[in-house]
């Protein structure tokens, strides 16, 4: 019920969405007054939520505040959400939260995380995909030993993410508080860090520097397609979080 709920509060909290609804409006009400208000009001909207200045100072007070990564970390646990329903094992489509999978290459590669555990299946109703496996299989593709990663492909949510990666890391280390480095993206990391700081891990968030300082006059001045698309996501984190608290996840 909560995962569906959660679909069901994406869609409505999507920017775009009451801003079709409010042009839709305005051309099929009669009234011309309301029609003129609808459409003052939907290309206000449309105004406010491309554009990236105001975007980015409401995005940096929601980031997790930067952190410098120390080294030897037991494990760097990598959430999934970051390929395409239709991906496999030798056709993978990655989608824009790509980062957190070459961050934790890198990071491997650089002695900061011992082992890895990939957790997540797929983050839809319908689908079967366990997404968790075949980023295992690339991982390994990429000169990552079998031995050092582990997968959790049974979750569909931050919470079962934080839950089940508990379970598996106190059975193959039933005896050590192990301390965790977590890698999602930066949009994502207060609602994960919080899920799994419920848990008997020692977990540290995997945080860069905001570059919030530096801005295109062109984008603060222009309207942006690819921020309302942002704000979606920015939205979800927000009352996600919110829902979990209520709920009792957090």
């Known amino acids: 019920m909560f995962?569906?709920?959660s679909k069901i509060l994406s869609f409505l909290i999507d920017p775009l969405f009451w801003i079709v609804i409010l042009f839709f409006l305005s051309i099929i009400l009669r009234t011309k007054l309301i029609k003129k208000r609808f459409f003052i009001l939907g290309f206000i909207i449309l105004l406010f939520?491309?554009?990236t200045f105001i975007y980015k100072l409401v995005n940096d007070l929601w980031l997790v505040?930067?952190?410098?990564?120390?080294?030897?970390?037991?494990?760097?646990?990598?959430?999934g959400g970051m390929i395409d329903l239709e991906s496999e094992d030798d056709n993978i489509i990655f989608s824009n939260s790509n980062d957190r999978l070459l961050n934790t290459i890198e990071l491997f590669s650089k002695g900061f995380i011992k082992k890895i555990l990939i957790t997540g299946a797929s983050g839809s109703l319908t689908s079967k995909m366990k997404e968790a496996e075949i980023l295992k299989n690339y991982l390994i593709g990429t000169g990552i030993p079998d031995s050092c990663i582990l997968t959790e492909n049974k979750s569909k949510n931050t919470y079962e993410n934080a839950i089940l990666s508990e379970e598996i890391l106190n059975k193959t280390n039933p005896k050590s508080k192990l301390s965790c480095l977590i890698i999602t993206s930066d949009f994502h990391m207060r609602r994960t860090l919080a899920c799994f700081e419920k848990t008997n891990l020692n977990v540290y968030p995997f945080t860069k520097k905001s570059n919030l300082k530096h801005f295109d006059l062109e984008k603060i001045i222009i309207p942006q397609s690819r921020i309302l698309f942002k704000w979606k996501i920015l939205f979800h984190e927000i009352f996600g979080y919110m829902s979990y608290k209520i709920f009792g996840y957090l």
Request: positive net charge; charged residues 30%.
């Open 49 to 51: 939520f491309s554009n």
């Open 65 to 79: 505040k930067f952190e410098k990564t120390k080294k030897n970390y037991d494990y760097g646990i990598i959430l």
């Open 3 to 5: 995962f569906l709920f």
